[in-house]
């Protein structure tokens, strides 16, 4: 049986079941049932005749195909994944959330998955503000989220819990940074994922309303409150460095930082990804991410005369 070849624009290479098995992976098909349908893909091309392909043509019949061998939800995944590395705009992908919502777990596997590779935390970013600015100049960046507020004494501020008062003080000045993180982003025309507690819904609207991105602000947590703490004392089993009694001793902080995340995600239409189940939570993220995605025509800059 002759080889089946692949022209990708000036070049041409074996097709590879493998690869293209590993793709589908990345759509949330499990690895055997990936790798049938590539070999069925396969299979099917060379019974029709045809030793050489075009990738485009590859990927209409795979779409074609995976509506059937799947399910459409899984094509019509597969058809704005491709719309999405097309486009010739970057992805801005913000995962807000308090500690140990499972934000910085889903920034990973959706970065693997769309292929970006520009993944950061704004904790981070604090950690770079604490090495440039001493702890008497900017005492609320040299401290945790949701320990702030016990070193760090501010002014009280009517009907705000004093917890928060001292988180928002720290979001101030640790935003300031994110917005020239996100302003490189933009300069560099790259996709990055950003995930943080400090990445509050309603701070960053200049860069949702900026035409040269595709921007998505999403807000994880974890409803159920003792699934929640479990996560501190299996954290604490696994790692030194972060024992788990320091948060479950600040749990009700941090459950209040959450609180404040949410109901800001209400009030500025940002949509929640709750994040008990990972597999649903990751499906219900790169839903988020997909959804807005679509146009690929060139962006066009206008200038003044």
């Known amino acids: 049986m002759s080889e089946l070849l692949v022209r990708r624009g000036a070049s041409v290479v074996p097709f590879s079941r493998g690869i293209l098995a590993r793709s589908l992976l990345k759509l949330g098909i499990d690895s055997t049932r990936a ?3 590539a070999s069925h893909l396969a299979e099917e091309l060379r019974a029709d005749g045809m030793s050489l392909v075009t990738s485009q043509h590859l990927a209409r019949v795979l ?3 995976l509506a059937i061998l799947a399910d459409p939800d899984v094509a019509a995944r597969y058809e704005k994944m491709r719309l999405f590395k097309r ?6 992908l913000l995962l807000g959330g308090s500690t140990g919502s499972g934000k910085s777990s889903l920034a990973t596997e959706v970065g693997h998955r769309l292929d970006i590779t520009r993944i950061l935390s704004t904790d981070s970013v604090r950690h770079v503000m604490r090495a440039m600015i001493s702890d008497k100049l900017l005492p609320s960046i040299h401290r945790s989220s949701f320990e702030v507020w016990r070193d760090v004494q501010l002014p009280a501020v009517p009907g705000l819990d004093p917890r928060l008062v001292a988180f928002l003080d720290q979001v101030r000045h640790v935003s300031v ?9 933009v300069q560099e025309n790259l996709s990055m ?12 609207g200049r860069f949702a309303r900026d035409p040269r991105l595709q ?9 159920d409150e003792d699934e929640h703490r ?5 954290r604490g089993r696994g790692a030194a460095g972060r024992p788990g009694r320091r948060y479950l001793d600040n749990f009700d902080a941090i459950r209040a930082i959450q609180s404040y995340l949410v109901q800001q995600a209400g009030v500025t239409a940002t949509p929640c990804v709750e994040n008990s189940n990972f597999d649903a939570a990751m499906s219900d993220t790169l839903g988020h991410v997909l959804a807005g995605i679509g146009d690929t025509s060139p962006i066009v800059l206008r200038t003044t005369s």
């Open 63 to 65: 779409s074609e195909r």
């Open 177 to 185: 940074a994110v917005e020239a993180v996100l302003e490189r982003s």
């Open 215 to 223: 921007f998505v602000h999403l807000v994880v947590h974890v409803q």
């Open 230 to 234: 479990a996560r501190f004392t299996s």
């Open 193 to 204: 994922i950003l995930e943080g507690v400090h990445l509050v819904p309603g701070l960053f």
């Open 87 to 92: 486009s010739p705009r970057p992805l801005v």
């Open 35 to 37: 790798y049938d349908i």
